[in-house]
C-alpha cells in the first residue's frame, strides 16, 4: 500500500467536521506555522518539498511563491483555484466534498507564508454543495479561532471568502479566473505582467489548485525534505488521480509518484484492471487536453522501459510518443472505444469553452470541430484528415492562454496514433455510424514498441 498523506482519514466518520479532523490532527500545521516559524521558513519547506502545482502545469509551487512582489503599503493575496472543469478530473471536488479542513487548513499556512490577510477559494458554480461545505468549514474554522484576528493569539489576521464562479472551463486558467474575481468576463489577461507582481485588483497575488494549497499541510508537519523523500525524481511526494473509463474501480485514488502506470491500471489496489474483460487500447493520462496514447506507449515508453505515473516518465518521447501528468484526470478506453468519436466530444467543449477572444482559437476550434463532425458522420475524405492536421497546427502555441493548445493536442495525438482509425470512417461511413470502431490496429501493452 502506497503512503496517503491527504487521504489517510478519508474513511473516518464525520471527517470532514472540523471536531473529527482536529481529533485527527488536523491543524496542526497552522500552529507550528504560525507559532514556530516565520513566512520565510514556510516558504522554504515547500521549496524543499519539490511539491509541483497539481492543477495541470506541474510548475514548482515554492519557486512560485519566491516570485511574488512585496511592496510596502500594499495587499497580497492567495487564491485557490477550484474551479475544475477538465473533463476526466474530479479530484478537487473530491477534496472539498469530504475533506474541506484539509483545504482550509492549507489555506492558512499559505496564506501565511505568503502573507496574505486576504484569500478568496474560488469554486466552479456548478459546484453547489462544494460551496455550501467550504462556507461551512470557514464557519467552523473561524469558530474555533483558526480564522479571522489575532489567530492563536500570534497577531496574524486572516479571512477567506468562497466565490462561485461562473461555469466557464475558462476560468480556470489564473488570470481569467481573476478577471471573473473582479466580476469582469472571464478573458484571460496578457502576461506579462504576471500575477506574482499584478494579480487580483492589480497587487501581488498567488493562485494555487485545491490539491496544491492542501499539500502544504503534510510539508509543513513533517518538513519539505521528509516529503520530497516520497515519489522519484523530480516528481516528489504524493498525487492525487481521478481514475475513469473502462476500468473496474472508477474512483480517486492518492498515489506515491513512481508508481508503474501498468501497475495503476491493473493492480486491485487501485483501478481492478479493465471492466468486462475487455482489452486495454489507449489512456488519456492527464485530462482531456493531454495527448491520448495507444496501449503499448502508456505502458512502456519508446525506449521499453516502464512507464510511470510521474511528470518525467509519462512526458518521455515529448508529445510524439509521451504526454503529461495534467490534472491527473485518468481516462481508460477498452478495445470498444472510437477515438473518432472521442476526439470529436472533446473537441465540441473546448470548442463551447473557448472564450472567443484570440482568433486561432475561436476560428480555429469551431472548424476542428466541423471537420470531426464531417468524419464522424460518414462525409468525410481523405484530405479532411491533413487539415484537420493544419488546423490543430495553426492553433497551438499561437493564443494568449493554454485552452488553444488544449484543444489542438488531442487531435495532434489521436491522428499521430490513430491516423488508420480516421481512414476506416472515411473508407466505411455506412458500418462506422452501426458501431464503434474496434481495436484492429491494436499492439499488445507488455510488448515494447520497437524503434
Same mark, same amino acid.
Given at each position: ?62 519557486? @512560485?511563491?519566491? +516570485?511574488? =512582489? ?8 492567495? !487564491?485557490? &483555484?477550484?474551479? #475544475? *472543469? ?104 496578457? @502576461?506579462?505582467? +504576471?500575477? =506574482? ?8 497575488? !498567488?493562485? &494555487?489548485?485545491? #490539491? *496544491? ?239
Amino acid at each position: 500500500m502506497g503512503r496517503k498523506l491527504l487521504l489517510e482519514h478519508i474513511n473516518v466518520p464525520g471527517i470532514n467536521t472540523f471536531a473529527v479532523y482536529r481529533e485527527k490532527g488536523g491543524y496542526r500545521a497552522v500552529e507550528k506555522a504560525l507559532k514556530s516559524m516565520s513566512p520565510e521558513d514556510v516558504v522554504e519547506e515547500v521549496k524543499k518539498s519539490g511539491l509541483r502545482g497539481r492543477g495541470g502545469a506541474g510548475f514548482p509551487t515554492g519557486m @512560485k511563491w519566491s +516570485f511574488l =512582489a512585496k511592496p510596502e503599503g500594499v495587499p497580497r493575496y492567495l !487564491v485557490c &483555484n477550484g474551479d #475544475e *472543469s477538465e473533463p476526466g478530473t474530479f479530484k478537487d471536488r473530491y477534496l472539498m466534498t469530504y475533506l474541506p479542513h484539509a483545504l482550509i487548513e492549507g489555506m492558512i499556512v499559505s496564506s501565511y507564508a505568503l502573507g496574505a490577510n486576504t484569500s478568496y477559494i474560488y469554486i466552479r458554480g456548478e459546484m453547489m454543495p462544494q460551496i455550501r461545505i467550504m462556507e461551512k468549514a470557514i464557519e467552523e474554522a473561524k469558530a474555533a479561532g483558526f480564522l479571522g484576528k489575532n489567530i492563536l493569539g500570534t497577531g496574524y489576521d486572516l479571512e477567506i471568502y468562497v466565490q462561485p464562479g461562473g461555469g466557464a472551463y475558462i476560468c480556470g486558467e489564473e488570470t481569467a479566473l481573476l478577471e471573473s474575481l473582479e466580476g469582469k468576463r472571464g478573458n484571460p489577461r496578457i @502576461k506579462p505582467p +504576471f500575477p =506574482a507582481v499584478s494579480g487580483l485588483y492589480g497587487c501581488p497575488t !498567488v493562485v &494555487n489548485n485545491v #490539491e *496544491s494549497i492542501a499539500a502544504t499541510v503534510p510539508i509543513v508537519n513533517d518538513g519539505g525534505e521528509e516529503y520530497a523523500k516520497i515519489g522519484i525524481e523530480r516528481s516528489t511526494g504524493t498525487k492525487l488521480i481521478s481514475a475513469s473509463g473502462n476500468i473496474a474501480k472508477p474512483g480517486v485514488y492518492e498515489i506515491e509518484m513512481g508508481v508503474p502506470v501498468e501497475e495503476f491500471i491493473f493492480s486491485d489496489e487501485y483501478c481492478g484492471g479493465m471492466a468486462n474483460g475487455k482489452r486495454l487500447k489507449a489512456v488519456v493520462a492527464g485530462g482531456s487536453s493531454v495527448p491520448i496514447l495507444p496501449a503499448n506507449l502508456i505502458v512502456k515508453t519508446i525506449k521499453g522501459d516502464p512507464r510511470l505515473m510521474a511528470y518525467e516518465s509519462l512526458a518521455d518521447g515529448g508529445f510524439v510518443s509521451g504526454t503529461a501528468m495534467g490534472s491527473g484526470g485518468f481516462i481508460v478506453f477498452d478495445e470498444d472505444q472510437c477515438i473518432v468519436r472521442n476526439t470529436y466530444n472533446y473537441t465540441r467543449f473546448y470548442r463551447h469553452e473557448s472564450c472567443g477572444q484570440c482568433s486561432p482559437c475561436r476560428e480555429g476550434t469551431g472548424w476542428m470541430e466541423k471537420i470531426l463532425n464531417k468524419i464522424e458522420t460518414g462525409h468525410g475524405d481523405m484530405s479532411d484528415i491533413e487539415l484537420l492536421w493544419q488546423v490543430q497546427q495553426k492553433i497551438e502555441g499561437n493564443t494568449i492562454c493554454p485552452l488553444g493548445d488544449a484543444a489542438a493536442w488531442p487531435v495532434a495525438a489521436a491522428i499521430r496514433h490513430f491516423r488508420d482509425e480516421f481512414e476506416w470512417h472515411i473508407l466505411h461511413p455506412e458500418e462506422a455510424q452501426k458501431r464503434n470502431y474496434g481495436l484492429a490496429h491494436y499492439a499488445d501493452p507488455l510488448v515494447p514498441v520497437t524503434e
